[in-house]
């Protein structure tokens, strides 16, 4: 590989990052206004126009606050898992299907598991190195239902990739040229909408952070930088889930306007669903997924795979 070929990658991975981080700040204030809509109320309006510059002032009270650690947490884990979490977020968005050559993957499906079973790590990590009881339970609850719900999100993937013969994004755009997969597969849509929720630890699977009962759970003993280092990771997966909701299930032309209104929908259907529904009761979120979700996906995929063996011996 040529020199100017790297620097051309670095380039448009930095630009790739910093439009993510920009729409991160924006997604947080979106997330603050509706909610406070939802609840008849305003949200942030003193900073600039309409609180329009809220999230960057939030940015730079939390980055300059003091850092403080408890003394009896594991110093190195506890430090770096916030990182190490922001890091595999960001890092899962080099599989979005440009076709400008910024990065080939033929294989971004597998990358994409790849990263998001890295992710539990940092989260459990995070709970652990605290060594408070409470960061450890909410630690635990995110591992069990992350790795319940990844089970889902997976048969639901591999439905698709037999349907598309390939484990490139790319694929979905050709696929969907003329009707989206929204339409012939419905309920694997609500399913994999319901498994994104879980997965990012959003209402109503939010039992990673009760306030009820965990005070904010595998994250309670974090300020400042870690913090928000944590907190931005948790809406960069939003937007990179939605993003990957609009590829698999809504079209996949990435060049056109209606893609980014349709990623904006999906990332409000996030929000609205925080402001609407209640927290579950444990015990029903592992029903839901074990009980209710795998026999759906596995139904599924036995249905593609029985299709594409059709549609493979018509075309023999």
Same mark, same amino acid.
């Given at each position: 590989?040529?020199?100017?070929?790297?620097?051309?990658?670095?380039?448009?991975?930095?630009?790739?990052?910093?439009?993510?981080?920009? #729409?991160?700040?924006?997604?947080?204030?979106?997330?603050?206004?509706?909610?406070?809509?939802?609840?008849?109320?305003?949200?942030?309006?003193?900073?600039?126009?309409?609180?329009?510059?809220?999230? /960057?002032?939030?940015?730079?009270?939390?980055?300059?606050?003091?850092? %403080?650690?408890? !003394?009896?947490?594991?110093?190195?884990?506890?430090?770096?898992?916030?990182?190490?979490?922001?890091?595999?977020?960001?890092?899962?968005?080099?599989?979005?299907?440009?076709?400008?050559?910024?990065?080939? /993957?033929?294989?971004?499906?597998?990358?994409? =598991?790849?990263?998001?079973?890295?992710?539990?790590?940092?989260?459990?990590? +995070?709970?652990?190195?605290?060594?408070?009881?409470?960061?450890?339970?909410?630690?635990?609850?995110?591992?069990?239902? %992350?790795?319940?719900?990844?089970?889902?999100?997976?048969?639901?993937?591999?439905?698709?990739?037999?349907? +598309?013969?390939?484990?490139?994004?790319?694929?979905?755009?050709?696929?969907?040229?003329?009707?989206?997969?929204?339409?012939?597969?419905?309920?694997?849509?609500?399913?994999? /909408?319901?498994?994104?929720?879980? *997965? %990012?630890?959003?209402?109503? /699977?939010?039992?990673? *952070?009760? *306030?009820?009962?965990?005070?904010?759970?595998?994250?309670?003993?974090?300020?400042? #930088? #870690?913090?928000?280092?944590?907190? !931005?990771? *948790?809406?960069?997966?939003?937007?990179?889930?939605?993003?990957?909701?609009?590829?698999?299930? !809504?079209?996949?032309?990435?060049?056109?306007?209606?893609?980014?209104?349709?990623?904006?929908?999906?990332?409000?259907?996030?929000?609205?669903?925080?402001?609407?529904?209640?927290?579950?009761?444990?015990?029903?979120?592992?029903?839901?997924?074990?009980?209710?979700? =795998?026999?759906?996906?596995?139904?599924?995929?036995?249905?593609?795979?029985?299709?594409?063996?059709?549609?493979?011996?018509?075309?023999?």
């Amino acid at each position: 590989m040529q020199l100017n070929d790297i620097l051309l990658l670095l380039l448009g991975s930095l630009i790739l990052i910093v439009c993510v981080l920009v #729409g991160v700040a924006f997604l947080t204030l979106l997330e603050r206004k509706v909610l406070g809509y939802i609840q008849i109320r305003k949200g942030p309006n003193k900073v600039g126009y309409c609180g329009v510059v809220q999230p /960057f002032s939030d940015a730079v009270k939390l980055f300059n606050k003091e850092q %403080t650690f408890p !003394m009896t947490s594991n110093y190195l884990p506890y430090y770096f898992s916030p990182v190490f979490s922001l890091f595999i977020s960001l890092l899962c968005w080099i599989v979005m299907p440009f076709y400008s050559g910024l990065f080939s /993957f033929n294989l971004g499906l597998l990358f994409f =598991l790849c990263c998001t079973s890295m992710g539990v790590y940092s989260v459990m990590i +995070s709970g652990w190195s605290s060594n408070s009881g409470f960061a450890l339970l909410g630690g635990l609850r995110a591992v069990a239902q %992350t790795i319940s719900y990844e089970v889902s999100l997976s048969l639901i993937l591999m439905s698709f990739i037999f349907l +598309s013969g390939g484990y490139s994004l790319s694929c979905f755009s050709d696929l969907q040229y003329f009707l989206w997969f929204m339409f012939i597969s419905f309920p694997l849509m609500i399913i994999w /909408f319901a498994s994104c929720l879980a *997965e %990012t630890n959003r209402t109503p /699977f939010d039992f990673a *952070e009760g *306030e009820s009962e965990l005070v904010s759970g595998f994250n309670v003993e974090y300020s400042s #930088g #870690g913090f928000a280092l944590i907190f !931005m990771a *948790e809406y960069a997966s939003i937007l990179f889930m939605s993003m990957l909701f609009v590829v698999i299930f !809504m079209g996949c032309d990435v060049y056109s306007f209606l893609f980014f209104i349709k990623l904006g929908l999906i990332a409000f259907s996030f929000i609205w669903v925080r402001g609407t529904l209640p927290r579950y009761r444990y015990d029903m979120l592992m029903y839901l997924a074990w009980k209710s979700f =795998l026999p759906i996906s596995l139904n599924y995929l036995f249905f593609f795979m029985g299709l594409k063996i059709l549609i493979l011996s018509f075309l023999i």
